[in-house]
Nanobody, 117 residues
Framework: QVQLVESGGGLVQPGGSLRLSCAAS????????MKWYRQAPGKEREWVAS????????NYADSVKGRFTISRDNAKNTAYLQMNSLKPEDTAVYYC??????????WGQGTQVTVSS
């Protein structure tokens, strides 16, 4: 049974930091591309960042480049999203997404990030 469980969301002041985690099980994590998406109220879900299976190749949306860092620990089957210099417009539900070697796509349930003073 495939599971992706996000954690680490919460309320943070502008300029603050949060680290999201995505714990994976039920598939070969080390051979999967991991991605983070977010969805703000009233808006479509948007891609935030991606990381290749070996953790070498990373890509970011322009809106988060230089502030967010995606990483992974294949020994722990966990992906991370370090978010620094947070802005109110970063407020959203953040989802992790796994694209497996067989091109299956799995989603977590999401974690709420609220940036507000």
């Amino acid at each position: 049974q495939v599971q992706l469980v996000e954690s680490g969301g919460g309320l943070v002041q502008p300029g603050g930091s949060l680290r999201l985690s995505c714990a994976a099980s039920g598939f070969t994590f080390s051979r999967s591309t991991m991605k983070w998406y977010r969805q703000a109220p009233g808006k479509e879900r948007e891609w935030v960042a991606s990381i290749g299976s070996h953790g070498i190749s990373t890509n970011y949306a322009d809106s988060v480049k230089g502030r967010f860092t995606i990483s992974r620990d294949n020994a722990k089957n966990t992906a991370y999203l370090q978010m620094n210099s947070l802005k109110p417009e970063d407020t959203a539900v953040y989802y992790c997404n796994a694209i497996t070697w067989g091109s299956s796509s799995y989603w977590g349930q999401g974690t709420q990030v609220t940036v507000s003073s």
